[in-house]
């Protein structure tokens, strides 16, 4: 660091690893992906990504290169020549980041003596066969050899190196590099505990409970003990510790015997979703694809006003309590009351859009956008037919300017043909609440709580739900649309988290213009509380759930939802704009001052 407190980068190499590098698995990959552009732009040649070799996504989106580094490029000879396989390229998203992968699994032939040390130097036995935790282990030796290497090279060159490591899966090689006393500064973000996810899943009071938790007894019961201390040792060896929210900090504390020394919250690459304050627009545009599924989905048994309808929607990891739907569905049942006594003109579909087992589509359903397709198909044919009758009669005409009977230019073939599709496609019974069938549909917990609440698209019913257990893509038989898009359509994100480290969701919608609810027990929701314009008015509804019941919380959901059906659509297009800018806050241009603040701590050890 130089007099002004800024780390000099050409005097420094920044490798950060994660297991999402190029390899996408969950939520940190979306973290690792959207900052490169803003850690390359900061770093330079100095920064570099590491990560496992998963040969189907290399293989779309990995460059194979050498990098003309001196570093870097001596250490891979070296490492090359003690047996590792390493590849050297760019990743292919924004930014193009040098990336190393390492193909672990050549390391396979190495467990029995990497888990054997693991147990003598850390106490941690690996007796119980993972196949996840073999290659979890296999990387973090090969990452072992490769910083121990990299650190020896950089120091000879007056270089001072930093090593990033994400989640305990990338982790593996701190306890290792601490105990040969490599000197390679490190920061670990953990972005959200192993045991919580756990406990927060089987314990409807886990805060209340947390601080009084045994993690040692709780990791057994749940037969990840080896995993939960891998994750510790990892906590406790790095330089820096760092995590993505006060909330997931408090859990920390609690559970991984470490608070931690810095906040590193969660950002966006937020010029991807840019597009020039077109966002009314492109609802409008998207939001006329979307209603193309909603006629084909309700309209054969019956109809609503689609300019009075309102489109929300939650999505993320099939997690019903952990991610909210629980509350949801209470809210939704209780909004369906609301909008009914107060005999509403409005309908409000509700999208759940998530991951779970399916066997198939539902032939009904997919029958049924095959029939509005064809309606689609004669009526086209129609008015083609009528337009060029029309013309021609007009421009024959000798002086009857009236407008003919339309019906007299439709062919009886057309006539018969529209009315027969009409006929099969009308049916007598509800429209579908799932839009798949289920593997384990008896004991699917959305389903059920559907069917106990009655809230199984009646006609009568205000709130409508389509629960679709897949992802949505321009593929998609069902929807025609990108998963951006379709968001885009919606007016309205629900994501009342009960545990969520940080989460995503809302803010990837409020980047796109789409007005979110959150909680105060996710980690978004926390931070943005302390954001001077996270308000209703920039489209950001926090639903209180620390120390609330669940139907305190419930209620507090459906009054955001109904004030929500309040607004003029003059308010909600303006909600829309603003909703645009509060996502800017999340840039990574303003978030990675804390990235650097971290790394500035790291660094001070060396002097």
């Known amino acids: 660091m130089n007099e002004n407190n800024t780390i000099e980068n050409e005097k420094h190499i920044l490798t950060e690893i994660a297991w999402e590098v190029c390899n996408q698995v969950g939520g940190i990959y979306t973290v690792i992906r959207s900052k490169v552009p803003t850690m390359v732009k900061n770093w330079g040649k100095n920064y570099f990504l590491i990560g496992p070799y998963a040969p189907k996504e290399a293989a779309t989106d990995f460059e194979e290169a050498e990098f003309g580094h001196d570093v870097i490029d001596e250490t891979l000879r070296i490492c090359r020549e003690k047996g590792l396989h390493i590849k050297s390229g760019y990743w292919l998203v924004s930014g193009r980041p040098q990336t190393l992968l390492f193909d672990h699994k050549s390391s396979f032939h190495q467990l029995g003596d990497i888990k054997y040390y693991y147990w003598q130097n850390h106490g941690i036995d690996f007796k119980n066969h993972d196949p996840l935790m073999d290659e979890v282990l296999a990387f973090g030796y090969m990452v072992h050899i490769f910083l121990s290497e990299m650190t020896r090279v950089a120091i000879d060159k007056k270089i001072k190196p930093l090593a990033h490591f994400h989640e305990w899966m990338a982790g593996s090689a701190i306890p290792n590099l601490r105990r040969d006393q490599v000197p390679l500064q490190t920061v670990f973000t953990t972005h959200a505990t192993l045991l919580g996810r756990y406990l927060a899943m089987n314990d409807p009071q886990f805060y209340d409970h947390l601080p009084f938790m045994d993690w040692h007894k709780e990791a057994v019961h749940f037969n990840v003990e080896a995993n939960v201390k891998l994750e510790r040792a990892c906590v406790h060896g790095a330089h820096v510790f760092t995590t993505v929210s006060e909330v997931t900090g408090k859990e920390c504390f609690h559970l991984l015997g470490r608070s931690p020394d810095k906040i590193l919250p969660n950002g966006l690459n937020i010029e991807r979703f840019s597009v020039l304050h077109e966002v009314q627009n492109l609802h409008h545009k998207y939001k006329q694809v979307l209603e193309q599924f909603i006629m084909g989905h309700f309209f054969k048994s019956y109809s609503f006003d689609l300019n009075k309808t309102l489109y929300f929607f939650t999505s993320g990891r099939f997690e019903y309590s952990n991610k909210g739907y629980d509350l949801t569905l209470e809210a939704l049942a209780r909004l369906n009351h609301r909008l ?28 049924a956008r095959a029939m509005l397709d064809k309606i689609n198909t004669n009526s086209n044919a129609i008015v083609e037919q009528i337009k060029n009758r029309l013309y021609r009669q007009a421009a024959s005409s000798k002086g009857d300017h009236k407008l003919p009977n339309l019906n007299d230019m439709v062919d009886d073939y057309w006539k018969l043909r529209h009315r027969r599709t009409i006929q099969a496609w009308k049916s007598g019974g509800l429209p579908p609440v799932v839009t798949h069938n289920l593997v384990d549909d008896a004991n699917d917990n959305i389903l059920n709580f559907l069917r106990t609440a009655n809230l199984i698209n009646h006609e009568s019913d205000k709130v409508k739900v389509v629960y679709h257990p897949d992802f949505i893509s321009s593929t998609n038989p069902l929807f025609g649309m990108e998963y951006d898009d379709f968001v ?12 969520e480290p940080w989460g995503y969701t809302p803010l990837e919608s409020l980047a796109r213009g789409v007005a979110s609810v959150t909680s105060d027990l996710s980690g978004f929701g926390d931070y943005m509380k302390n954001v001077s314009i996270g308000d209703k008015k920039h489209g950001m509804f926090i639903v209180k759930r620390a120390n609330k019941s669940f139907h305190e919380a419930a209620e507090e959901l459906t009054n955001v939802m109904w004030e929500f059906t309040q607004i003029t659509s ?17 840039d990574w241009k303003n978030l990675y001052k804390a990235y650097e603040n971290s790394y500035k701590m790291a660094l001070e050890t060396y002097f």
């Open 340 to 367: 009914k006594e107060a005999r509403s003109p409005l309908t409000v579909v509700m999208f759940f859009i998530t991951r779970q087992p399916i066997q198939s589509i539902n032939p009904e359903v997919l029958n």
């Open 488 to 499: 885009r359509a919606c007016h309205l994100g629900v994501f009342p988290s009960y545990y």
């Open 570 to 586: 003059r308010e909600r297009i303006d909600m829309r704009n603003q909703s645009e800018d509060l996502s800017e806050v999340f």
